[in-house]
Nanobody
């Protein structure tokens, strides 16, 4: 069963850092796309970062240079390192995965995603 589970959210001041983790199952597939998207109530989902089975990474322009997506196949864990956080990064962050994905992107529309972890950045 594909059910990502996030952890690591919290509250920080602007300029601070947080590291999100996600237990995933997609590493058992030969091809996949995994990533993170965020959502604020009443607003559309925003893709943040993605990583393909070949290790290629993808980032939204709003986070490029500040966020880093990575994966640990042995631990079946996906990470999102967030540095120099800004108040506009405040959102619910969801981990997502798509087994057998033929492509990947920062704004990939995933089938499977977790309940989310809240990130709040104060000014």
């Amino acid at each position: 069963q594909v059910q990502p589970v996030e952890s690591g959210g919290g509250s920080v001041q602007a300029g601070g850092s947080l590291r999100l983790s996600c237990a995933v199952s997609g590493f058992t597939y030969a091809r996949y796309c995994m990533g993170w998207f965020r959502q604020i109530p009443g607003q559309p989902r925003e893709g943040v970062a993605g990583i393909g089975s070949d290790g290629t990474t993808y980032y939204a322009a709003s986070v490029k240079g500040r966020f880093t997506i990575s994966k640990d196949n042995a631990k079946a864990t996906l990470y999102l390192e967030m540095n120099n956080l800004k108040p506009e990064d405040t959102a619910m962050y969801h981990c997502a995965e798509e087994p057998w994905a033929a492509s990947c992107a920062a704004n990939y529309r995933y089938t499977y995603y977790g309940p989310g972890t809240q990130v709040t950045v104060s000014s």
